[in-house]
């Protein structure tokens, strides 16, 4: 089961929405694609050949004067400017869609280049975990327990996030590592206050929750530590046995996506299995 402090950022569809239900209004919100479709570049493109038909009236058979030529060539354009409009249009999506094929292209690399660097180093000492003596798997496990939070930190949408590896130590959440953003965690999340008792039966229940603004009078804040107004956590567990919670957190407002909890529920099902070789 999953957690949230609200179900989705606000969005302005969803702020359109809740406007027109509080003023009462019955019918739901048109689709925008009527909105767009009549705008007012539209309508004077619309009104630009009928504009060159009546200046055309005020052109006589007979030879006509430098004033009526010029009129003529203002119809001219007039008529011509509709095709050129369109033209230039399709263009202008066509150069859009290639600009944002290139961008994804290049987000993918660079996605990929970064996964690569985060990740390689959690993969080579989960395979010396397996092979390492039991005098090694304390250090080992420290350093996994960094890279995990490393590499959470690097993944993070938010320029200044910071990621927090919680080990679970009875009722209580302790920081075992952190990275991102230099500022310290809280020391200790107990139990016994509403935010104590909801990150511990987060971790108990398996879940992720993700708080757009911690703001917001329905979130529920963890009290992580530190200045931050949006924040994630995903459980740490393998199996029935539980380690502990992976939090990232961010000073501005609905910064993280959710792109950033599915990759912190990844990064927290990896760290939780390599816990597991202890």
């Not at 030529?69 to 011509?80: G, H, N, Q, Y």
């Not at 859009?96 to 280049?113: H, I």
């Not at 952190?178 to 229940?205: C, K, N, S, T």
Request: charged share 25%.
């Amino acid at each position: 089961m999953e957690v949230r402090g609200r179900p989705q950022p606000e969005t302005a569809d969803y702020r359109e929405v809740a406007e027109l239900k509080a003023a009462g209004a019955a019918d739901p919100v048109g689709p925008r694609v009527e909105k767009e479709f009549l705008t007012w570049r539209r309508v004077i493109e619309w009104c630009l050949i009928p504009l060159a038909f009546i200046l055309l009236r005020f052109v006589p058979q007979r030879p006509i004067t430098l004033a009526q030529w010029l009129l003529l060539s203002v119809a001219a354009v007039l008529f011509a400017s509709p095709v050129v409009l369109s033209s230039y249009r399709e263009y202008a999506k066509g150069q859009a869609a290639r600009s944002a094929e290139e961008l994804a292209v290049e987000y993918r690399l660079r996605l990929g280049l970064t996964l690569g660097e985060a990740m390689t180093p959690m993969g080579d000492l989960l395979g010396r975990l397996v092979g390492g003596r039991r005098e090694e798997r304390a250090v080992l496990l420290g350093q996994l327990r960094q890279r995990g939070v490393d590499a959470t930190a690097t993944l993070a949408t938010p320029e200044r996030a910071r990621a927090v590896f919680f080990v679970l130590d009875g009722r209580k959440l302790r920081p075992a590592a952190w990275a991102g953003r230099p500022e310290p965690p809280r020391g200790e999340i107990a139990g016994g206050d509403p935010a104590g008792d909801a990150a511990y039966h987060l971790v108990e229940r398996h879940d992720r929750v993700l708080v757009p603004d911690t703001r917001d009078p329905e979130a529920v804040d963890f009290g992580l530590g530190g200045a931050y107004r949006t924040y994630l956590c995903v459980a740490v567990y393998a199996g029935s046995k539980n380690f502990g919670m992976l939090s990232v957190d961010a000073p501005e407002a609905e910064s993280l996506e959710e792109s950033d909890l599915d990759i912190t529920t990844a990064l927290a099902q990896t760290l939780g299995a390599g816990l597991a070789m202890a």
